[in-house]
């Protein structure tokens, strides 16, 4: 069975400073997708990344990284010198092989991260 | 190109009443997904489809039905509504395989509520 965990419910930080949100994940496939959505107060949900489960190559873009760590099944999302604009609901998310009977997404519970001025 | 519709953007229900929550994606993509997501929490998988003709079931289906006639509309069903099905229901579709970030493409979501 797949499952997505991201323990942290809250976070709230000053302006400008890193943070991680933790995204734990569960799966028995070999190839599958990772990905992380953003909601911001406004509701519609954003898409962020999607990584293979064959590429660990850590990402990043501007002041978003994102580092995935196969054997610790972890796919975590850094912001650097956060700002007010990054306030908002992220969600971790995994899929199995498109085009078979793992193709769903589930999606984590989310992490609500406060950007305090 | 509108991306992913769904109507109605709001809507209350008595219970027992039936009601359909359309959901219609112009980017001919194979796959599309129902979600719900309850106040303060994250999004459950209620049905999904591949292909026209194709669904199958998420996490959370019961009490609800749905069908995939054409690759464009993927309408979501509530035939006796409860309670427990008040929530923010979100449609979303996408493209496994059109590149290496082909994400969800989500509608805007329609907000229900059963008294």
């Known amino acids: 069975a797949q499952k997505v965990t991201q323990a942290q419910t809250e976070i709230s930080v000053v302006e400008k400073e890193d943070v991680t949100l933790d995204c734990v994940y569960e799966?028995?496939?070999?190839?599958?997708?990772l990905f992380w959505y953003k909601q911001p107060p406004s509701g519609e949900l954003v898409f962020l990344i999607r990584?293979?489960?064959?590429?660990?190559q850590n990402e990043i873009s501007g002041r978003y990284s994102w580092n995935f760590q196969k054997s610790t099944s972890s796919f975590n999302f850094t912001i650097t010198a956060s700002q007010v604009v990054d306030s908002a609901v992220y969600f971790c998310?995994?899929?199995?092989?498109?085009?078979?009977?793992?193709?769903?997404?589930?999606f984590g519970s989310g992490t609500r991260l406060s950007i305090r001025p | 190109n509108a991306g992913v519709t769904q109507t109605p953007k709001f809507r209350i229900l008595k219970i027992g009443q039936s009601m359909t929550l359309q959901c219609a994606q112009d980017?001919?993509?194979?796959?599309m997904y129902w979600y719900r997501q309850d106040p303060g929490m994250g999004l459950k998988l209620i049905y999904y489809?591949?292909?026209?003709?194709?669904?199958d079931k998420g996490e959370v289906p019961n009490g609800y039905n749905v069908s995939r006639s054409t690759t464009e509309d993927f309408p979501l069903r509530l035939e006796l509504a409860a309670p427990s099905q008040t929530s923010v229901y979100f449609c979303?579709?996408?493209?496994?395989?059109?590149?290496?970030?082909?994400?969800?493409?989500f509608g805007n979501g329609t907000r229900l509520t059963v008294t």
């Open positions: 979303a579709s996408s493209q496994p395989g059109s590149g290496p970030n082909s994400p969800l493409h």
């Open positions: 799966t028995r496939d070999t190839t599958y997708y």
């Open positions: 990584r293979n489960s064959f590429d660990e």
């Open positions: 998310a995994l899929s199995g092989v498109p085009y078979s009977s793992a193709s769903k997404i589930i």
């Open positions: 980017m001919n993509h194979n796959y």
């Open positions: 489809s591949v292909g026209a003709g194709i669904t």
